[in-house]
């Protein structure tokens, strides 16, 4: 089995700061870097770090090589990351004390995808294969409708969110997967309560909680504790969970398998700075379970 990602790829600036500016404030920070990001590129990152095999579909400038580089370093095959004239996404990451974060994004490549590519691309999937998806890119209900042709499982994170995207999404999706808040946004602005979402799935990320899982076919409900944790930054973590519950998925697992050692994964990885550079790798996980 494989998972496939229509995703995005950005180039992360960290600023390290001692609170959060206010309003037409001026703040110096107290550290800076650059690292590999993008919900779609940390979501690759981990399932590959986790052992699965991963093919990111998407979109980076033609300047910037070392990103493909960096991808494939951690396993995830690049063969369909088109290189176009727009520049590659980069993001903006403001990091408090408490590890929670800030972020500003500018999709530039991410939103180039071409639609031809990506259907040659998810067409070389199989059935009971994974799609990958969130709303960073371009044609996401284009793809999802094709994969579900072929009968892959398509796991959507709504964000950043969006109920037009999700509308648009929705109908192919097998599992969708939003945070709290996102999650609020989601019944309120549709009208209905998670149970009503007419999706298969639904799975809500719940921070340092954990994470709740609920089949809209059954009616069953799954929760899972988080390790408690010190951390350092949280961005990336969401990614890393769906990431890790993927490839659980596509190994097998149960889902409430896959959710354990997805929260582990995502606490482990909360206590490290920066985002795909620093998701963790399934021994990694392993030897914080103990």
């Excluded at 309003?23 to 920070?29: D, Q, R």
């Excluded at 981990?46 to 990111?56: I, N, P, Q, S, W």
């Excluded at 979109?59 to 090589?65: F, L, N, V």
């Excluded at 920066?274 to 790798?281: K, M, N, V, W």
Aim: with cysteine.
């Amino acid at each position: 089995m494989a998972i496939f990602n229509l995703g995005s790829v950005n180039i992360d600036r960290f600023y390290t700061l001692p609170r959060f500016p206010g309003p037409g404030e001026t703040l110096s920070a107290t550290g800076h870097k650059i690292g590999l990001g993008g919900k779609g590129a940390n979501q690759s990152v981990a399932a590959a770090k986790a052992g699965a095999e991963v093919y990111h579909i998407g979109a980076i400038g033609k300047t910037d090589p070392w990103v493909r580089q960096r991808i494939e370093t951690y396993g995830a095959n690049c063969k369909f990351l088109r290189e176009v004239d727009e520049p590659t996404g980069h993001a903006v990451i403001y990091v408090g004390p408490d590890g929670e974060n800030m972020i500003v994004i500018d999709p530039g490549a991410n939103v180039k995808q071409d639609s031809e590519f990506v259907i040659q691309a998810i067409d070389q999937a199989k059935s009971g294969d994974t799609l990958l998806l969130q709303n960073e890119t371009n044609l996401q209900a284009h793809a999802a409708t094709f994969a579900l042709v072929k009968g892959m499982r398509v796991i959507y994170s709504a964000a950043p969110f969006s109920v037009e995207a999700v509308r648009g999404v929705i109908p192919d999706v097998s599992m969708v997967v939003m945070n709290a808040v996102e999650a609020s946004q989601l019944c309120s602005e549709m009208g209905m309560t998670l149970d009503q979402i007419p999706v298969p799935q639904v799975l809500v990320t719940l921070g340092a909680r954990g994470a709740m899982w609920r089949s809209n076919e059954t009616g069953e409900v799954i929760e899972v504790t988080s390790p408690k944790v010190t951390a350092v930054d949280s961005t990336g973590a969401g990614d890393t969970f769906v990431g890790y519950v993927a490839a659980g998925l596509d190994f097998g697992m149960p889902i409430r398998t896959a959710m354990e050692w997805a929260v582990q994964a995502a606490a482990l990885k909360v206590t490290r700075p920066g985002t795909a550079d620093a998701i963790p790798t399934a021994a990694d996980v392993k030897a914080f379970r103990g």
